[in-house]
């Protein structure tokens, strides 16, 4: 049997949004997750050190108030790791005028919303940015400068291909990429497949996995104590 210290180490990029929405959004006792006891029971064989998570502060919804709540009482439990990095983008919400792919069935708006012969409407488009930039760009400077033996990138998307295939084929270490596509019409990237050195799904069989990563719903900070959300 290895000991620890004899393991390859690894550095984990958690791309947040993408993890969320493609294994966890429509899931109940999933959400409070603890990426370290995910990460180590994914990839057993690597001693995990850093992890970075890349995500941003979602905007006020009227629909669920208590979302914005939820995701900083979540970021307060991923701090408590004192290895853990919360690396933030920027969410925009805006008003935008799009075509319609097809007329609204009859009775589902008013004339003034969808005046007779209308092609186009106006929508709210919720955009986060800068979060996959942000991975890449930790993920390959952390290569070149040495920090890690193998990469383990959490992600479904297929703009990170480049990146991650630079690190495999120039820098020349490990590039271990998990997919999240539990969720309804998730479906695995292939490209992300072309340029790993090895892949993982979060698929349904893995939920398990998932629910026993879980922190604990009491925890305690510098803070004081807090808890998991009720919904969650």
Not at 201 to 223: A, H, N, V
Request: hydrophobic fraction near 35%.
């Amino acid at each position: 049997m290895l000991f620890r210290s004899n393991l390859l180490t690894a550095n984990v990029y958690v791309d947040g949004f993408n993890l969320y929405g493609g294994a966890l959004y429509r899931t109940k006792g999933c959400k409070w997750l603890n990426l370290r006891a995910l990460s180590q029971q994914l990839f057993p064989d690597v001693s995990i050190q850093t992890i970075k998570y890349f995500t941003a502060e979602i905007a006020a919804n009227p629909n669920d108030p208590g979302a914005s709540g939820r995701q900083r009482v979540y970021w307060r439990a991923l701090r408590t790791d004192p290895d853990l990095h919360i690396i933030k983008g920027r969410f925009f919400r805006s008003n935008k005028t799009k075509p319609l792919a097809r007329p609204l069935p009859k009775g589902n708006c008013t004339e003034s919303d969808c005046p007779k012969g209308s092609t186009k409407a106006e929508v709210i488009i919720l955009e986060e940015k800068m979060s996959d930039v942000n991975l890449a760009t930790h993920l390959l400077t952390d290569g070149f400068l040495g920090a890690y033996d193998v990469a383990i990138v959490i992600t479904n998307d297929t703009d990170l291909c480049e990146p991650i295939r630079v690190v495999r084929d120039v820098i020349q270490k490990g590039v271990r990429v998990v997919r999240p596509v539990s969720s309804p019409g998730r479906k695995p990237a292939t490209g992300l497949q072309k340029v790993a050195s090895k892949v993982k799904d979060i698929d349904r069989r893995r939920l398990p996995l998932i629910r026993s990563s879980q922190f604990p719903d009491q925890m305690q900070d510098g803070k004081g104590a807090f808890h998991k959300p009720a919904s969650w």
